[in-house]
């Protein structure tokens, strides 16, 4: 004769089901992990080059001049045809000019900043936005928002998963990030 017991396996259920219905633990974590690569990317990033299958491209050169052929690139230092002195590096939004350690999308640092901290909790949604009016160009140029990639949309079914069944996970939160924010509040 077999004995199932059903109440003990109801409240088994029940808390499943209490833990699928807000999410927000796993959003947690998942900002944390997003936060991080995020400001990982933009610093490795920062010079042009390629990282998790991203590419960003260094300035653009600033005009090829018709009289010699020279073209004359961002950040300027080429001999000036007329008068002394070298072309001076490209104007950005800022008014800073463009130097040869500019950081990509870092002129004023509000992309970077922004990049990683405008979230929305819902229970069954965790919503990121960058609320620059430039921002969808440059992500279109050089993507820097992104949940695609294969790590990152595995990192978040095992953030959710482990948050269902209840395995606590230690996420380890970038200095200055949401999740270490709360974590000080606390």
């Keep these: ?20 219905k807000d999410l927000t633990p796993a959003w947690l974590q998942t900002v944390s992990y997003t936060e991080g690569v995020t400001q990982d990317l933009f610093r490795r990033l920062a010079h ?3 990282y998790r299958g991203v590419r960003w491209k260094w300035f653009a050169p600033q005009y090829t001049r018709k009289t010699d052929g020279v073209t004359v690139p961002a ?16 104007m950005r939004p800022s008014g800073k000019r463009v130097t040869r350690n500019s950081n990509l999308m870092q002129d004023t640092g509000a992309m970077r900043g ?11 949604r965790l919503t990121g936005t960058v609320k620059l009016p430039y921002a969808a160009k ?34 380890v939160a970038p200095r200055g990030s949401l999740l270490a924010a709360l974590r000080s509040s606390r």
């Design 75 to 90: 950040e300027g230092g080429v001999p000036k045809l007329r008068g002394r002195g070298l072309v001076k590096g490209k």
């Design 138 to 171: 440059q992500h279109s140029m050089r993507p820097f928002w992104f949940w695609e990639h294969p790590k990152d949309t595995t990192y978040i079914r095992q953030a959710i998963g482990d948050h269902i069944v209840g395995r606590k996970r230690d996420v």
């Design 1 to 20: 004769m077999i004995t199932v017991q059903v109440s003990n396996l109801d409240v088994k259920l029940s808390g499943l089901e209490a833990a699928a």
């Design 48 to 50: 042009g080059g390629t």
């Design 114 to 124: 922004q990049s990683s901290h405008n979230w929305d909790y819902k229970p069954h």
